[in-house]
């Protein structure tokens, strides 16, 4: 039997390339498709893709009406945590790739879901190498006890921090926070230089034209660093994270953040 995906953000930029990816995979069906700007359009004219007769709808609870497994979300910051929470409610799985959400909204949904018996997996970056990079900095962060985090995006980019970044920070806190010679709050001049604190790390956010999308933890001791950074140039490396996880977001009950949760990396290293 098929896994029946109702897919939020469609004919975004990421939508576009998970549409075609369900497409070509024997156990995924698209039953359902999300797209304010598309609403009322069917979905392969709007993409120009054969083989899509689904009418795109305005929301969540409309595109529900249709049977679907999982939910995954690519909307916007402003309406992830509405359209997760309807799914929820309608006892579908949630895949959660849009960023914008605070960990008290993920308390509240590690909630709900545990009501509903659903699984809810979220993720700032459904990359392998994103989730690689993140799982390397937090045994970093076991054995070096300073470090920040950056953010590098287009200026057109209007969210900061990026996902990625929220998410590093909230993986490196599980390390404890880190240690400066001289603690935050006695930084003389401004202390907003120091960038925004997040779980117990600074981040800052870069928004300059020429980059893409990256993201970069310095880590330092006396004389030496070292530096983790990932780099994507497409939405081409979120696809098979996504997939992945919403093919496995039925085998538990309550909320995951983080692709690494799924993947068993620890037994890995």
């Not at 579908?92 to 790739?97: A, C, E, F, P, Y």
């Not at 996902?163 to 003389?188: F, M, R």
């Not at 800052?204 to 970069?216: D, K, T």
Request: net charge neutral.
């Amino acid at each position: 039997m098929k896994t029946r995906i109702c897919l939020g953000g469609a004919t975004g930029n990421v939508g576009r390339q998970l549409i075609t990816a369900i497409k070509a995979a024997e156990d995924l069906e698209l039953s359902a498709a999300v797209g304010k700007k598309s609403a009322g359009s069917k979905l392969g004219r709007v993409l120009n893709l054969d083989g899509l007769d689904l009418t795109v709808n305005a929301s969540v609870t409309g595109a529900l009406k249709a049977d679907a497994d999982v939910y995954i979300d690519y909307t916007r910051p402003e309406s992830v945590k509405e359209n997760v929470r309807q799914a929820v409610a309608n006892g579908v799985h949630v895949v959660i790739g849009t960023s914008g959400l605070s960990d008290e909204d993920y308390r509240e949904i590690a909630q709900q879901a545990k009501a509903q018996s659903v699984g809810v997996l979220a993720a700032g970056n459904f990359s392998l190498t994103a989730t690689l990079m993140q799982h390397f900095a937090l045994i970093a962060a076991k054995f070096l006890p300073t470090w920040e985090i950056f953010d590098y995006a287009p200026d057109t980019k209007s969210d900061a921090p990026s996902g990625t970044a929220l998410e590093l920070a909230y993986q490196l806190s599980k390390a404890g926070n880190p240690q400066w010679a001289v603690p935050v709050e006695k930084t003389h001049g401004i202390r907003e230089s120091r960038g925004a604190s997040i779980n117990g790390s600074l981040v800052h956010s870069v928004r300059v034209p020429g980059f893409y999308s990256s993201s970069e933890v310095i880590f330092g001791r006396p004389g030496e660093r070292l530096a983790l950074r990932h780099d994507s140039i497409s939405y081409q490396p979120y696809v098979e994270g996504t997939l992945l996880a919403a093919r496995r977001v039925g085998s538990f009950i309550g909320l995951k953040r983080g692709l690494a949760e799924i993947l068993d990396l620890d037994k890995a290293s």
